[in-house]
């Protein structure tokens, strides 16, 4: 798997089964995705199908029962430094006993690569970006959720991952604050270049943020839907949202969520 | 006195001290006045007395001093032992497995049941007592360290792994200030059990300590001393307790910010 022609991160027949009482759940039943190296990837699918499965299994935090991962055409065993896993409990991801500076920090820290002050220098940078400069003597307790998930998203771009996988990053905050995330994210992902892998349940979310979106069917889960988003880039939290192609791509998601579900008769009706 | 005064006086600290200074006055009530035998319940004021009379000619300090440093060289090997242990166990299931059923067997023996064989081996001296109070100042930290590791909440460790952090370096980045809070209240668990062995093992076997000063001042018939003894045990365990506490509340006072947080 090191030809040029194979896509910069590949899932190859990834499956899951876990060890269940009498028996086995199978979370995921042969997934596989070609992931170009820079776009921004959002997997939906009904809740409890594996998508953070298939995440983890991604990320090296998990091993799968079957199939592979390949990232720059190396299979993938162990986390990978190249890539950083955003947890949707942000606040248990985040270090209590660490100050926001020392969180952001904890990820250079163990590289290895910079001194003191240039990790110093790195991280404050960080913090300036996702708008916290003044709370670097925080702790994350003291802080709203939207203000620790940034803390979480500048601990994981500190390091300057080629990928972020992101688990429902936003899916704990309320509307307001979300919208200000996500324009955060895009903007962070055209000016740093890196590859997103984004689990969402939110159609709409998925849409807005992505070049491609993926759906996958109910567990055990395979992919259902598989479509490129060809919207204007930057894109507009109002405007995008009202272009006729991005209810068509709306339509043909939630149509595919509702059948998943066994809302035919909804999802024909809003046909 | 007005009526909110009153109110604070009766829901403070300060009635309990009072409670205290109460116990007292009629104990030298009863004394001075015939009620109790005097030999056995002396007067408060000559206890006291006696008490700055020791302390003022340093007779005190010197039985005082060799029973603090036994009392803190055990109590600080067999909480860093337990500390140790209590990580592997919690994170290796092998050494769970292996020592498990030992300390579990070994923890309901009281401490003061060991004495005579570890007086076969290590003497009546020195070792002897600091090896007791290491080993009953032992078992409360691993417990709690242990059940800290178990208790660890695996998101945090599943980031730092995404940081690429593993074996040693997650021990002692992430468990070990994860598990600080349940550490601590196994080395204030242990901090009164060591006060305990220490004054028991100087009671059985020694030549000095504050132990054996309460007890030989009982057999020489020098009871105002016993008692001024055991006020000194009372001022010692209070302090050390307030000081461990006041450490406590530095050290974690992140994890009181952070409870604080998740319970609103
Ligand atoms: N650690 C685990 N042990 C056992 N079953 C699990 C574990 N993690 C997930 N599952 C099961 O696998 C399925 C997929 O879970 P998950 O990947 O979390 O779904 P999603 O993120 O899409 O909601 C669910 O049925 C879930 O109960
Ligand atoms: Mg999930």
Redesign the interface.
Known sequence: MTSSTAAYLCARGVRKAYAAPGGSTVALSGVDVDIERGTFVSIIGPSGCGKSTLLQIIAGLVPASGGEIFLNGRKVEEPPPPVIYVFQQYQRSLFPWKTVQRNVAYGLENRGAYDAAEIERRTRELIRLVKLSGFENHYPWQLSGGMQQRVAIARALVCRPDVLLMDEPFSSVDALTRAGLQELLLQLWRELKFTVVFVTHDVDEAIYLSTRVVALSRAPARVAVDIAIDLPHPRDQIATRELPRYLEYRHRLLAQLFAEEGLESTARAAA | MTDSQRVVFWRSRWLGVAFIAAILAVWEIASASGMVPSLSFPRVSAILVTWWEILRSGELLRELLPSLLRMFGGYLVGAALGVLIGLLMGSLRTVYYLLEPITEVLRPIPSPAYIPIVILFLGIDDEMKIFMIAFASFFPVLLNTYSGVRAV?P??V??A?????KGR?LLWQ?VL?SA?PFIFTGMRISLAVALIVMVISEMVAASNGIGYFILAAQRGFKIQEMYAGVFTLAVVGYSFNRLFLLIENQVLA??Y??T???RN
């Open positions: 909440d998101v945090q599943q980031t792994r995404t940081f690429g952090v370096k992430i200030p600080a992140w994890h910010g952070h604080q947080q998740q």
